[in-house]
């Protein structure tokens, strides 16, 4: 199994950037992705979530308008289009794949995203 995050970076408040998490090793369709943050000194956050059948999302509050999850089966990538990005969205974003409850999730290794001036 193997998440490999990409799309990363510095860009100034305002700006806009799209992170993808390409997926291999599992049945990618049946699997609810999320995508988290962690910020230095902070707890992991949980960010957006789209589920595997009905493609039906979630977003935290600290991003609901501004941020966009979405999923491509085909290509087994899921992305996370970041727009209107402010200093507090600097984090490490990693991709999350877990099929229910009560198995195991997987974890990519992560990817910076910088928001300064």
């Known amino acids: 199994v193997q998440l490999v995050e990409s799309g990363g970076g510095l860009v100034q408040p305002g700006g806009s950037l799209r992170l993808s998490c390409a997926a291999s090793?599992?049945?990618?369709?049946?699997?609810?992705m999320r995508w988290h943050r962690q910020a230095p000194g902070k707890e992991r956050e949980l960010v957006a979530t789209?589920?595997?059948?009905?493609?039906?999302?979630i977003y935290a509050d600290s991003v609901k308008g501004r941020f966009t999850i979405s999923r491509d089966n085909a290509k087994n990538t899921v992305y996370l289009q970041m727009n209107s990005l402010k200093p507090e969205d600097t984090a490490v974003y990693y991709c999350?794949?877990?099929?229910?409850?009560?198995?195991?999730?997987?974890w990519g290794q992560g990817t910076q995203v910088t928001v300064s001036s």
């Open positions: 789209i589920s595997s059948a009905t493609g039906s999302i």
């Open positions: 090793g599992f049945t990618f369709s049946s699997y609810v």
């Open positions: 999350n794949a877990r099929r229910n409850p009560w198995s195991p999730d997987y």
